[in-house]
Each structure stands twice: as C-alpha cells, then as structure tokens.
C-alpha cells in the first residue's frame, strides 16, 4: 500500500517537473528567436538567420 | 535497495524529477550551444557578413565590433540549444515512464529528430535566409515557422511510437499538408546577396543544424542514462 501511495507521487511529481522544463524550453527559444525588443534583436540577429528563424 | 531509495527521497518530490531533467539540459544544452556557436563563426558567419555589404553597400564593421558580435552569438546559441535541450530531455523523461530506457546511441537518434523538427521542417518552405532577402510579413513567417515545427514534432513523434497504419498515414499528412497550404514566394523578387551566397547559407546552416543536434541528442542521451541510473 505505502509503495503504491509513494510511486503514485512519484509519477505526479514526474509530470510536473516535465511541464516546468517544458515551459523554461519554451521560453528560452522564444526569447531568442521570437523576442522583438531591439536590444535582443540584435544580440540574437545572426543566430536567428542561421538557425533559420524569421527575423526581419 | 528500494527502500534506501525512498527513505533519501527530499522532502519535495517535484525536485526529484526536475533536478535531472534541469541538469541534464542544461549540460548538453551548453555542449550543442557551444558546437553550434563555433561551427557558425568557421562556416556560416563570413557568408552572412558578405551579404550584409550587398545588403548596405558598406565596408565590413571593425574587428572590435565583430568580436562583440561573435561573442553574443556564441552565447546566444548556448541559451538558444538550453531551451531546445529543456525540451528534449523533457520529452525524453515523458517517454522514460514507459519504461524504455535512453542512451547516447538512442539520443543520437532523438537528436535527428529534434533537427528534422526545428531546423529541416521549417527550412522545407522558409529557409535560412541571408539579410537582403526579399521581405515578406514578419508575424505572418513567425506563425507558419510555429506550425511547421508542431507539426513536424507531432508527425516524427507518431512515425516514431506509432503502432497502427492508421497512424503511420497520418504521420505523413500531418508533415506534408502544412507545406502544401504554407507561405509561399513573393511575386517581385528583390535579394540583394548572389544566389551562390544564399544557397551556400541555406545549406551550410542545415549542416550545422544537424552536427549541433547530433551532439544535444547523444550528450542528453548519455547524461540522462547516469542521472536514471543513480536513485534520485
């Protein structure tokens, strides 16, 4: 019974951590190849070009 | 054994997983990142400095401002391959709950598909493009690049772990339609680079798209097998 609880937590706390790295992901790449504030523009300008996002 | 893995359990499960999902990452993440960046300033990054001066009409920048410029794109590319990594070792620890286990050999594999995914998918209809292209709506380019890469990560994902003809058919609509319906060349066509320069480009970033996948693929891969293989 105590394992049954325990690896059923287990597998919650699994999905949730999935869905954390998930979103973390998912902002990094749209700050760098979607983000149109100027400074970032530019900083991130070739690598747009490169890994073949729209950039301008 | 078992029991001294539950007993050194913290106290937070959430951290339990995400600890080496993070770790995992990032590590990899930081490889590709690097791979990536290095490949970019020997092959590609002297294609793109020579259209821009088709582009403007002007000299080259100085070698101070070039240095800044490397240096930002090295770590660009380090926080952009982060972000592709947090998903792909997420998708891996997804897939880990089957019970199927992940090495470098089989992340190698990940890692091709993670490339067909993000860089050939949506090069298929919008590729690399050197400045001086033809420009075309920005927003419009960003949303078709969004459905294509969903698309093409739905499509893999099913060819991959699908079990059913059925399946496997709709794997390829799914892949092929958006292209079919996607955006398509303007009528008045007015790049300034020589189409040797953009086609060098095109392909060169390609190239480096796949080196630099193969290594977040199979460096995930073999640190994600250590991080299962200790109890968390």
């Not at chain 2, 998918?121 to 294509?148: K, N």
């Not at chain 2, 009528?187 to 480009?201: K, Q």
């Amino acid at each position: 019974m105590t394992t049954l609880v325990q690896s059923q937590s287990r597998d919650a706390s699994g999905t949730r951590a999935i869905f954390m790295a998930l979103t973390f992901g998912l902002a990094l790449i749209a700050s760098v190849g979607f983000a149109s504030a100027g400074a970032i523009h530019d900083a991130a300008h070739d690598v747009r070009h490169a890994t073949g996002f729209p950039c301008h | 054994m078992q029991h001294t893995m539950y007993a050194t359990r913290p106290a937070f499960p959430a951290t339990n997983m995400l600890r080496p999902i993070l770790t995992t990452a990032l590590l990899a993440g930081a490889a590709a990142g690097a791979t990536a960046g290095l490949l970019h300033l020997v092959f590609v990054q002297d294609i793109l400095l020579s259209a821009e001066t088709f582009e403007t009409g002007s000299e080259q920048a100085t070698s101070a401002v070039l240095t800044v410029r490397n240096a930002l794109t090295i770590m660009i590319m380090v926080m952009l391959y982060c972000g592709y990594g947090l998903i792909l070792v997420a998708l891996m620890a997804f897939y880990g709950q089957t019970g199927d286990r992940i090495d470098a050999r089989r992340g190698l594999l990940w890692g091709v598909a993670g490339f067909a995914v993000v860089i050939l998918a949506p090069a298929f209809s919008l590729p690399a493009q050197l400045p001086g292209a033809t420009e075309t709506d920005l927003a419009t380019r960003q949303i078709w690049w969004m459905i294509f890469v969903v698309s093409a990560a739905l499509g893999i994902w099913l060819l991959a772990f699908g079990k059913t003809p059925g399946q496997w058919a709709a794997a390829v609509l799914v892949l092929v339609v958006p292209h079919l319906l996607g955006p398509q060349l303007p009528d008045i066509l007015t790049g300034s680079a020589p189409m040797e320069l953009a086609a060098l480009f095109t392909a060169r970033s390609l190239g480096v798209g796949l080196l630099t996948w193969l290594v977040l693929g199979s460096v995930a891969g073999a640190i994600w097998r250590r991080e299962q293989a200790e109890p968390a």
